[in-house]
């Protein structure tokens, strides 16, 4: 057996993967570039959204926290208090956020009126609901993990593309780094697929492992291996399967008190906030500079601390503060810095992944790499469509079995035991492969499993 048939009949293996991959992803990829990209430009479009809230023509002074909140409660009768958003500058709407009957709404009030300007479901804001489309799909877990099992794939596309991309007695840079204009329209699709995957891998490979730990499997195995190992520090600050994982009340005091997600509210009537107490709380967070927004919410239990914490999306930034709302004390504060080291790196990837770590620059990198992570989507379904072969599916023939090395082995145990998704898909659709596909006729000529 010679080495150069060794070599192909490898080449033709890492082929077939290739195409699989892409056939699962593509759709996906495509979906995800669009979502994704838009999310980005969150502060851009939500500042417009809201610019008629942050505009107010008055000239009376604000009215106390509490009063601002009496009045977004009169409009929701039966609601409570969930968070209290401390208005960036004077003129600003403030925003109140109630719940009721387990459903949370954004209330804007006029600090100075106290006059009720709009009332929105939390989660039917334009931001909120583009989350879920872009990690959830509108379908909850089920969702959360369709999209982790396509992103484990599109890291299998990636890797696999970059092997076939591997210059091989090349001359030149052309077909390798940039695409040749010359040799009809097959070679042009086919080097700017190639050119597009060698350019956008790195960033994004980077770009779908930051994600994973949004993902219902991959956060929740994340969280269960830090439990084991005891690097569980406090509960963590992003949402996994679009919910945010509630820690025991004895788990750490400062539970629940990063982000929006916050926990559902309890059956039976609200109760009242002691008289004052957010306007003590208020004055003390403001001189703290917590970055904005800054978000103040009731203690959990009666008399407990009420909290003060940062949701920026540069998490970097972040920190929080525990305050006695009857004396206006300071409890606690708690910085990004403390956080665990997982947690820090976590913060760092969910940061670029959101396009607010390096501001504009950030946005536009990110913009760009889901561009070209769609050029490269639709570059694959054009080359797949102009050289399947008619009735076919049109993937490529296996030439004999290959021979699989212990460095390949490797590669795919510490994929699958890193993403246990992938390892578990892949087992699945060999077992389906191998057992059902390969002994139906019609099947194996479609898939293209017949060996030459």
């Known amino acids: 057996m010679s080495v150069q048939a060794s070599g192909t009949r490898w080449y033709n293996s890492v082929w077939r993967w290739h195409f699989y991959a892409g056939m699962?992803?593509?759709p996906f990829v495509l979906w995800l570039s669009l979502t994704g990209s838009l999310y980005l430009w969150r502060p851009q479009v939500e500042a417009w959204i809201d610019q008629r809230f942050d505009?107010?023509?008055?000239?009376?002074?604000?009215?106390?926290?509490?009063?601002?909140?009496?009045?977004a409660l009169r409009a929701m009768p039966g609601s409570a208090l969930r968070k209290y958003v401390l208005p960036d500058a004077p003129g600003h709407a403030v925003r109140v956020i109630v719940g009721r009957a387990g459903v949370d709404s954004r209330v804007y009030v006029d600090p100075a009126t106290l006059r009720v300007l709009q009332v929105v479901r939390e989660d039917a804001r334009l931001f909120p609901l583009l989350s879920r489309l872009h990690g959830t799909l509108l379908a909850g877990t089920i969702g959360?993990?369709?999209?982790?099992?396509?992103?484990?794939?599109?890291?299998?596309?990636?890797?696999?593309?970059?092997?076939?991309?591997?210059?091989?007695?090349?001359?030149?840079?052309?077909?390798?780094?940039?695409?040749?204009?010359?040799g009809g329209k097959r070679r042009f699709w086919r080097d700017l697929h190639a050119t597009t995957g060698v350019?956008?891998?790195?960033?994004?490979?980077?770009?779908?492992?930051?994600?994973?730990?949004?993902?219902?499997?991959?956060?929740?195995?994340?969280?269960?291996?830090?439990?084991?190992?005891?690097?569980?520090?406090?509960?963590?600050?992003?949402?996994?399967?679009?919910?945010?994982?509630?820690?025991?009340?004895?788990?750490?005091?400062?539970?629940?008190h990063a982000g929006m997600a916050g926990m559902p509210m309890q059956a039976g009537a609200p109760a009242p906030l002691p008289a004052g107490a957010l306007s003590r709380v208020v004055a003390a967070a403001r001189p703290l500079g917590i970055a904005a927004p800054?978000?103040?919410?009731?203690?959990?239990?009666p008399g407990g601390a009420w909290s003060v914490s940062s949701d920026s999306a540069n998490r970097p930034q972040r920190s929080d503060a525990q305050?006695?709302?009857?004396?206006?004390?300071?409890?606690?504060?708690?910085?990004?810095?403390?956080?665990?080291?997982?947690?820090?790196?976590?913060?760092?990837?969910?940061?670029?992944?959101e396009g607010a770590l390096f501001g504009l620059a950030n946005q536009i990198a990110g913009t760009l790499v889901a561009a070209m992570l769609a050029l490269l989507a639709g570059?694959?379904?054009?080359?797949?469509?102009?050289?399947?072969?008619?009735?076919?599916?049109?993937?490529?023939?296996?030439?004999?079995?290959?021979?699989?090395?212990?460095?390949?082995?490797?590669?795919?145990?510490?994929?699958?035991?890193?993403?246990?998704l992938f390892g578990g898909t892949l087992l699945l659709v060999l077992a389906v492969e191998r057992l059902v596909l390969r002994r139906i006729g019609g099947a194996r000529r479609w898939l293209g499993l017949a060996r030459a």
């Open 24 to 26: 699962v992803c593509i």
């Open 55 to 71: 505009h107010l023509a008055t000239l009376a002074p604000a009215q106390s926290p509490d009063a601002q909140v009496a009045a």
């Open 144 to 182: 959360s993990y369709i999209v982790e099992i396509a992103a484990c794939w599109a890291v299998t596309m990636l890797l696999t593309g970059l092997y076939l991309w591997w210059p091989r007695g090349a001359r030149g840079l052309g077909g390798v780094l940039y695409p040749r204009l010359g």
């Open 199 to 256: 350019w956008v891998s790195v960033f994004a490979l980077g770009l779908v492992l930051t994600g994973l730990p949004w993902a219902k499997g991959w956060g929740s195995y994340l969280v269960e291996v830090r439990a084991l190992t005891g690097t569980s520090k406090g509960p963590v600050d992003w949402t996994i399967g679009g919910k945010r994982p509630i820690a025991p009340p004895s788990a750490d005091p400062h539970a629940g």
């Open 294 to 301: 800054v978000l103040v919410a009731p203690p959990k239990v």
């Open 323 to 353: 305050v006695d709302g009857a004396t206006g004390r300071v409890l606690g504060r708690s910085g990004f810095a403390q956080r665990h080291w997982i947690d820090r790196l976590i913060g760092y990837g969910i940061a670029v992944h």
């Open 379 to 420: 570059s694959g379904a054009v080359l797949w469509w102009r050289r399947r072969p008619v009735g076919l599916l049109g993937a490529p023939i296996p030439l004999t079995r290959p021979r699989f090395g212990p460095v390949l082995v490797a590669a795919i145990v510490v994929l699958g035991v890193y993403m246990p």
